[in-house]
């Protein structure tokens, strides 16, 4: 062995480290069904191994599978709002026309008219604070990355509340080495 390089899968490393990583593997195949585990699992380091390997591997080979070479430049999603302002302005505008509306009927002691014009002018309100902020200004749809990543912390927070039950000593391990973010990864030494 190379000074130096840690072999993961040699008898000698048998530490708590790798039987908890066993264990991981062990917990994993049980929840196999589960996008969490699989996600989980694409991460875990990979036995038999050096750590120089894990960390870079040959860039045209990733587990023995020819991976494609790109020549262009990444697609950048674009931000769509969820209205614009003129549409808001036409909202806004709609709401002043019912509170009028629903005063007159009131007046006129049209209970039943005005009901109905309160319940739209409820609506138009509640639409208004779904497609902008509280400042006033519009949000956006949420783009694929970010419900993609909804996903899978979602998933992963399911694997984690199953094996919390199941096994605790698995789920401290998995939530101290599993780093979430826009890329899930594995930490070898939590800090």
Request: proline share 5%; with cysteine; hydrophobic share 35%.
């Amino acid at each position: 062995m190379i000074e130096g390089s840690s072999n993961i899968g040699s008898p000698s490393s048998q530490t708590p480290e790798h039987s908890l990583l066993k264990q991981a593997r062990e917990a994993l195949a049980r929840y196999r069904g589960l996008t969490g585990a699989r996600l989980v699992e694409s991460i875990l380091p990979v036995e038999g191994t050096s750590l120089a390997e894990v960390i870079s591997p040959d860039p045209e080979f990733v587990l023995g599978v020819a991976q494609p070479r790109y020549t262009r430049g990444v697609l950048v999603e674009r931000k769509v709002e969820m209205s614009d302002m003129r549409a808001l302005a036409d909202y806004i505008q709609c709401c002043e026309r019912l509170k009028k509306k629903i005063a007159a009927d009131l007046e006129l002691g049209h209970e039943r008219e005005a009901a109905s014009k309160q319940k739209e002018y409820e609506d138009i309100l509640r639409h208004i604070r779904e497609i902008t902020h509280p400042g006033g200004g519009i949000k956006y749809f949420p783009s694929s990355d970010t419900k993609d990543y909804q996903r899978k912390f979602q998933a992963f927070k399911y694997l984690l509340r199953k094996l919390r039950i199941s096994d605790p000593d698995v789920y401290h391990y998995l939530k101290d080495h599993v780093q979430t973010g826009v890329e899930f990864r594995w930490i070898e030494s939590p800090d």
